[in-house]
T-cell receptor, first 115, second 114 residues
């Protein structure tokens, strides 16, 4: 089966610019996650979707970050405006269900550099 | 609140020797525990998980992990390390209620020396 797809793989922008990342989860996976991974740290959950509804966005900086999963399949994460501290790898992951014991499947990530 | 600790930033081991990567956790209720591996410029890959049952769980690439409830630990082990095992390893815990959020540790870099 196809894995989790993400694009772009790399992005370099100036601070105060905007950027968007795209994720397509594994077919049939109801739950989708966006993580931020800063160099030397573990992934930090930004937002979790169940189908097209938000389950948890408690760590999403809502003044600058937004995310949507309109049809319950693919998702976009946007940063506007970007700050230097947003430089990180943005990982998308999916699982079959919300409450199950399933492991997460991760995409390759998007490496964002903010100059 | 849930938390995961990986006390070692880096573990060095000689090829052929056994390896252990440590993980301790804190969660209310029953823990669901996971290990993932990350190779350079790649996303995380699932290695193994503990949900219930036998305390020793076996996973991919010859890895295994031992769940110890009294010590709240879930250490990753392999009897004989390979150079190709060199990577970044993450322990994660998932709550069994609420948002079922995954919490990841800070990662341990494993270096296997030839």
């Amino acid at each position: 089966e196809a894995g989790v797809a993400q694009s772009p793989r790399y992005k370099i922008i100036e601070k105060r610019q905007s950027v968007a990342f795209w994720c397509n989860p594994i077919s049939g996976h109801a739950t989708l996650y966006w993580y931020q991974q800063i160099l030397g740290q573990g992934p930090k959950l930004l937002i979790q979707f169940q189908n097209n509804g938000v389950v948890d966005d408690s760590q999403l900086p809502k003044d600058r970050f937004s995310a949507e999963r309109l049809k319950g399949v693919d998702s976009t994460l946007k940063i506007q405006p970007a700050k230097l501290e947003d430089s990180a790898v943005y990982l998308c992951a999916s699982t079959e269900s919300f409450t199950g014991y399933n492991e997460q499947f991760f995409g390759p990530g998007t490496r964002l550099t903010v100059l | 609140a849930q938390s995961v600790a990986q006390p070692e930033d880096q573990v060095n081991v000689a090829e052929g020797n056994p390896l252990t990567v440590k993980c301790t956790y804190s969660v209310s209720g029953n823990p669901y525990l996971f290990w993932y591996v990350q190779y350079p410029n790649r996303g995380l890959q699932f290695l193994l998980k503990y949900i219930t049952g036998d305390n020793l769980v076996k996973g991919s690439y010859g890895f295994e992990a031992e769940f110890n409830k009294s010590q709240t630990s879930f250490h990753l082990k392999k009897p004989s390390a390979l150079v190709s095992d060199s990577a970044l390893y993450f322990c994660a815990v998932r709550g069994s209620s609420g948002t079922y959020k995954y919490i990841f540790g800070t990662g341990t870099r494993l270096k296997v020396l030839a």
